[in-house]
């Protein structure tokens, strides 16, 4: 799309979070997406933003392998 990603973090205005879950964590229904919320609302605070982009929530989603699991998360 023509972004300079690296520019727009280095300004304070982009910030990229790569949330790595663990699978064995969600397997053992140990994973609560809560906490992965807080600190997605930790960093958009610290960044005065009003907007969180999620990409691919369809396959942290998908982790669960319960589609009514899925569903409650959502």
Avoid: Q, S
């Avoid at 140990?30 to 992965?36: K, V």
Wanted: hydrophobic letters at 50%.
């Amino acid at each position: 799309m023509g972004m300079d990603i690296a520019a727009a973090e280095a300004g304070g205005k982009l910030k990229c979070i790569y949330a790595d879950v663990p699978h064995d964590a969600v397997k053992a229904d140990e994973f609560d997406i809560l906490g992965l919320l807080a600190v997605l609302e930790g960093h958009a605070r610290a960044l005065n933003t009003g907007r969180i982009v999620l990409d691919a929530i369809d396959v942290l989603m998908r982790l669960f392998g319960n589609p009514e699991r899925e569903r409650e998360i959502l």
